[in-house]
């Protein structure tokens, strides 16, 4: 029935007029009531949160229909409810705004013609506000009025562009989303699957979703199902646990070789966990007061079910290596720097200490964060450290901004960023600087070269052809005989020749030789004898100088027994390509080596890059690190040569007298050592301060990326002292690389061992007692950390707390942060910056660097804003209610777009 508009009249039983009725009326028809109603407005109604759930779809309603009737109006915004029988002292009429609904159904027959409404209106709590469950059902005149009207309503929860002259039926439905559901049955106090029936599961089947529920079993569990699932099958992936189960998740789309579409993948979560961050920004987002617990998980999912779409920041973070004693690296392969990506925060000091020490309180829920801060606070540390950041001013980022060109290789980058963490003279030495060298020098001589070459090359066919003649003349004579004279006669011929040849200029002896070496059958022979025996590595060496553009002579360099020294002695110009060869040539070929070829190629550089993808370690003993407390044993921590460790004992906290650098109890009263630079670069790097640093692992100077005059000039500092075994192995110089399908590349940052750009970078040297670094709103469900912060704003919200803080002002901070109110507190020990990228050194030896309240190895780590990803939630936007909204640029491109730096867009989309 098409609507006639609205009426204008009251009393009943007409409409009467209302503001929402000013709106085009898409239907307009009457129904019968349902079962008993108790709400005001008439109709039938029941209000239920819990598991109870009599109307959901698919069950089917106890038939007992209601005598009064109602006239129905939907608008774009509403369903207008007027009782047509009204009962004295009760409201008749009742507004249902569509935002506010999840989903309707019409029930299949045997069942009457029905049309069920859930309805979750907002509801004042204890704390905060909190969506209830009510269930609205109407009897239709018809089965097709009653599915008429469920298709329209549909239409408008789904965002669909409808008028009063579109004609509604079931067929103009989208196909229902299907949603991949993840459940950590661990997570927060473990009522996630409980949660799991009692909320979640009735709403989305409320909402007309499709969804496929599976349990996490360990950890890790979700990053590899991620990993390998098709994605397309899925409009989303959405965690019902904590930050920590969705940090699994981006990181497994990262890991993918189709990365680059998969973390277009809509991500979403319905909050199960302690902490609860995310959840607690997007309800933030949404408009809604804070809340905890349910409340907080029926937002989300009302907003899940809503399938609003808002791009999301990732930051993309570098953490130092593993230590050398995690089984990752028993297989002989070297630390690398972890690559993850992180939609929340990095925490160092104070945040992350009690997020990991509080994981003994988890029983507690939330409240585990609470306890954790006053026993934290009862023993306050300090950590001394170094912060840099880049401030958010810097549009546009100079040359100096940005030292890896563009078009270097990853692989190379990846290998400068092992500098500092691994010794590999062999392997750098083979390295692009002097590949690149070689073919620089090729490239300057240029066609002049190429041309004698084309003259000794037809020389050497001439002589050949004249020595077959000869031999074959030969042959006509007496077999034996004549072939050996034959012999001599090209052997006295050969000697001639290598006399005139020395006796020449150099240019003339060196083609010369040239000649010798490759014009002589024998010789030939007996060089390739010499490939051969040299082994497989010969040949690939050979492969790759023909890619490479190395000579060609200079496998004679390695047959000792053959008369080649003149042409070594002239061949002076090719040294750094004998050494590329000698290096490959002295790398052991079999064995442990050969092995690791199988999965591994190696690229000129020395680095190599795995056929396969790149797989997490599932080292079992990091899993059991991840969650637990450093008070029993600090997986991550690495000591400074010479410091003590006396915190052996995993079951015993660890004195705070014993920490290095480590103030504890007394504080020191004011700024501490602090330091501020502007710039120049900072006083030290972790590359510059390693005196494992080598000079094969330094850029060249004078090279891009190269800051020091010269790898000598280097001044080891004993603040980044990383105490790290040589790793055993021939390929034990080869960096751990990444996925075949290159994850996007830090344009704001150098490699981590690489000292800051010299511009533009702030730098915070002191002892700190917090630093931490967020891109959402919210810490904690409870904690409005970062009160401007948005998801897509392409900033890092870096607060940090410096020593001399006391500890009653330290709490005040954490109680304003509930309320957003932190930020107005003045205290000269406390700062708020924004930026687009940081780096933080611990200096102490000892601490927790966590990442969105994961632990992280301990040591220098580095993150950026790199790209946003397309999280599943809906807000209280209109424009977004009901549309799936993926954005192609990351938040950097968005502002810049503003700006109207096209250049910079377009340089911005490749990732
Ligand atoms: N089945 C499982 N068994 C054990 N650990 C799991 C399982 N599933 C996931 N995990 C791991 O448990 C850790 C904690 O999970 P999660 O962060 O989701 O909950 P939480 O810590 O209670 O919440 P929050 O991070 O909000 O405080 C994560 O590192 C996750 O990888």
Known sequence: MRSPGPRSSSPSPVLS?????????????????WSSGSSAGGGSGSNSNSNSCPSSPGVTLPPSPASSSYALTLTPTNIHVQRLSPRPGKDSRLLLPVAELAGCSCPRAPAPPLLVLYWYPAGRRRKGVSRRRQVRVYLAESRAEAEKWNAAIQCLLRGMDVSSSTEFSKSMLPRPRRLLLLVNPFSGRGQAMQWCQTHILPMIREANISYNLIQTERQNHARELVREISLHEWDGIIIVSGDGLLHEVINGLMERPDWEQAIKTPVGILPCGSGNALAGSINHYAGYDMCLREPLLLNCCFLLCRGGVRPMDLVSVTTSPLPPSSSSNQNGRPPAPRRLFSFLSVAWGFVSDVDIESERYRGLGSARFTLGTLVRLASLRSYKGRLSYLPPAVINPSPDVTPQPPRRPLSRSITEGLEGFCRTPIHRTCSDMGISE????????????????????????????????RRDRAQGVGVVRASSLAEDREREMEAEERMEGTSGSSSESNERQDECASGNGEEEVKEDDCRSSGTEGALDARDVSEEYGVDEGREAEECEDEPLEPRQV???????????????????????????????????????????????????????????????HSPFSYKSKGVLDQNQNPSKPRPLSLLHQSHSNSLPPKFPSLSLSLSPTPPSSPSCASPHSSAYLAPRPGTPGSSSPSPSLRSPSQSFTFDLAEPAGPFKNRSLVSTPSTPPHDDLLPPLDQPLPTRDWVTIEGDFVLVLAIYQSHLGADLLAAPHARFDDGLIHLTFVRAGISRATLLRLFLAMERGAHLS?????????????FRLQPLSSRGTLTVDGEVVPYGPLQAQVKLHNSLKLATSHNDLVGKW????????????????????IQGDTNY
């Open 570 to 632: 002239l061949r002076k110009n090719s040294a750094p390509s004998s050494q590329i060869i000698k290096a490959f040539f002295s790398q052991p070929i079999g064995g442990t080596g050969s092995e690791e070829t199988l999965d591994a190629d190696e690229d000129i550089n020395g680095t190599y890059f795995q056929r396969e993808p790149w797989k997490e370690p599932l080292d079992p003993r990091e899993r059991s690190l991840t969650i637990s407390s450093p008070f029993r």
């Open 885 to 904: 909204v993926l954005c192609r640029y990351c938040a950097y491109c968005i502002r810049l777009c503003i700006g109207q730096n096209l250049a910079t």
């Open 438 to 469: 070689q073919r620089s020098l090729r490239k300057e001589d240029g066609e002049r070269e190429l041309e004698r070459e084309r003259e000794r090359e037809k020389e050497r066919q001439e002589r050949e052809r004249e020595r077959k003649r």
């Open 17 to 33: 007029p209302s503001p929402g009725l000013a709106q085009e009326a898409l239907l307009h028809g009457q129904f019968g009531g």
């Open 825 to 837: 507190m003045s205290s000269p020990y406390v700062s708020h910056v924004s930026a687009r990228a």
